[in-house]
């Protein structure tokens, strides 16, 4: 399995799973490895910048779709716990995974 996330402006890190599955607390570790460390990144304030744009809460809208362990309550919980917000996403809706196309 391969896990992706991007910006409009940026990639975000790609991690790859070599185990073949996982689950709700493989996942986890992905997104604390993968998406925390993105938005770490897109939060830090640049040092030659004289001017900085501050983001909030309001910025960010996390888009997963519907696989049965993104949506497990314990990731569900695990997001709002660290103030992620989730797009609700469509049933029967593929054409709006744009990591895809990426």
Do not use: H
Not at 73 to 93: C, G, K, Y
Not at 95 to 100: G, H, P, Y
Request: hydrophobic content about 40%; aromatic content about 10%; proline content about 6%.
């Amino acid at each position: 399995m391969v896990w992706g996330c991007f910006t409009d402006e940026r990639l975000g890190p790609l991690i790859v799973d070599v185990d073949g599955g996982i689950g709700a607390d493989e996942y986890k570790d992905i997104l604390y490895n993968g998406l925390f460390s993105l938005i770490d990144d897109l939060l830090e304030i640049p040092e030659d910048k004289e001017e900085v744009q501050i983001a909030d809460e309001n910025i960010f809208l996390f888009m997963q779709d519907n696989v049965p362990y993104y949506k497990a309550t314990a990731i569900l919980e695990f997001l709002q716990e660290n103030q992620v917000p989730v797009m609700t996403w469509p049933l029967q809706s593929p054409d709006l995974n744009s990591i895809e196309n990426l």
